[in-house]
């Protein structure tokens, strides 16, 4: 019987280590995936793909204990070597290589160039062999910056005080209703997949007044766009003792900053792979639905027909006009009309017409939706009477009301909007590892 005390030390080294080390001129040993072999006649550039990036590795022919046939693209080796300095490779190294096992050999060729800075594949074709899409140098920076965003929201959140949930997927009842679910049986019984966890994130500032999600949602949207996914990620939070929407607009604000200067920080590589600027995010300009419109219809002579809502390319200009009125890629849009609010969202006390509630704009594109909640429940009561709403499946929902809730509000982001705006992309299944859309299902 054995027993598990801790990690296992591995002899194999990372890039990390080998940068952090001082061990020029001796044997050490790597293991990685083959990215590429360029043959020079007796000298060889053999380079790996690791988790940290690509490591060159050196084949001598009558040195290299093996036949250099035997290295196909995509097998998974162990090298060892001698380490020396090469200030031409990536990392300032590369490994003279001795000896070589083989983990792993592909059984196929691969079916695209994975191993090019840019593969000049289109969208169709790196979705449809996604995984191995993904292995080159570009798309793996993608996502090391997605995960950079994730990480940004949740280390802030956590700093100001918010406690991290896990809500359900499945339910009887949709925070936003209308007619864009996913439908299912569940053990003989309707249900739908969650569209947003609003109720459930509203119900929790009533046990830990700040809460946050990092989780998917679902939406059966019929249409197929490049904003718009089936399923996507949703950074979700929600705080209590408010004293009004612009709390949640400040909270957003700092975390933008926060995370923008985590990228700075720590996913230096990858900002310089995918050649990203860093927005400013110091000051971020708020301008009411109403006014945006009409500076927007103004300046641009352009009329809008949808009163109530922001067309796309209303958004575009409205991002453009805060590019050029504030110098800011972001903006604020504040008091959207209540006709095309949910619910729960607090009407604007001077005008009932209008909600204390915002969306967040990002080089024109919406990637935040939030503001001020209901909190009294006989005001809740009070609008699901007016919109003649059944109160059937909320009961849950609605006996948190009841039984006494702060003043509060919060948002959702979508994940891969924002990623998509940051890397200057303009589809958002560029920024989607497996994106679910009306017409893709797999893998």
């Avoid at 979705?127 to 570009?138: D, Q, S």
């Avoid at 997927?169 to 966890?197: M, T």
């Avoid at 009841?402 to 299944?429: A, S």
Wanted: glycine fraction near 8%; include cysteine; hydrophobic fraction near 35%.
């Amino acid at each position: 019987m054995k027993m598990m005390t801790g990690v296992i030390p591995k002899e194999t080294m990372e890039i990390s280590e080998i940068l952090a080390s001082d061990l020029y001129g001796q044997m050490i040993s790597v293991n990685g995936a083959v990215h590429t072999v360029r043959d020079m006649g007796e000298v060889a550039f053999v380079v790996l793909r690791k988790r940290e990036g690509l490591l060159q590795c050196v084949y001598e022919e009558g040195v290299t204990a093996i036949d250099l046939k035997e290295l196909k693209e995509g097998a998974a080796i162990e090298v060892s070597g001698v380490l020396n300095k090469e200030e031409r490779a990536p990392g300032g190294f590369e490994i003279r290589m001795k000896e070589v096992k083989i983990l792993s050999e592909p059984a196929e060729s691969l079916p695209l160039p994975i191993a090019k800075w840019k593969m000049n594949t289109s969208l169709e074709a790196r979705l449809n062999h996604r995984a191995v899409a993904l292995r080159n140098i570009r798309e793996r920076a993608t996502f090391r910056i997605q995960e950079g965003i994730v990480r940004g929201f949740r280390d802030f959140l956590y700093s100001q005080g918010f406690t991290e949930i896990h809500t359900p997927k499945l339910g009887a009842k949709s925070a936003e209703g209308g007619a864009n679910l996913f439908k299912l049986e569940y053990f003989h019984r309707p249900a739908i997949l969650q569209q947003s966890p609003q109720f459930y994130k509203q119900m929790m500032v009533g046990v830990f007044d700040r809460v946050f999600e990092t989780a998917p949602v679902f939406r059966a949207e019929k249409h197929n766009t490049k904003r718009h996914l089936n399923e996507y990620n949703s950074l979700d939070f929600e705080m209590g003792y408010i004293d009004g929407f612009e709390d949640i607009m400040a909270m957003e604000t700092g975390f933008l900053q926060y995370t923008m200067e985590l990228l700075k920080k720590e996913y230096t590589k990858e900002l310089e792979i995918l050649q990203i600027t860093l927005p400013d995010v110091s000051r971020i300009p708020a301008i009411r639905f109403d006014e945006a419109k009409q500076r927007v219809a103004e300046k641009y002579d352009r009329q809008f027909r949808n009163p109530y809502d922001l067309e796309p390319e209303e958004e575009h200009l409205i991002g453009q006009y805060a590019k050029e009125e504030f110098g800011s890629d972001f903006v604020f849009v504040t008091h959207y009309p209540s006709k095309k609010r949910p619910f729960y969202a607090m009407d604007d006390p001077a005008d009932p017409t209008y909600t204390l509630s915002f969306d967040l704009l990002y080089k024109g594109l919406e990637i935040t939706t939030g503001g001020q909640r209901i909190h009294q429940y006989d005001k809740l009561m009070e609008k699901i009477a007016q919109r003649g709403m059944e109160t059937e499946g909320m009961e849950h929902y609605l006996s948190a009301f009841k039984y006494g809730m702060p003043p509060h509000g919060g948002l959702g982001i979508g994940m891969e909007r924002l990623t998509m705006q940051l890397i200057g992309e303009d589809n958002v299944r560029e920024a989607t590892l497996f994106p679910r859309d009306l017409s893709r299902l797999e893998p």
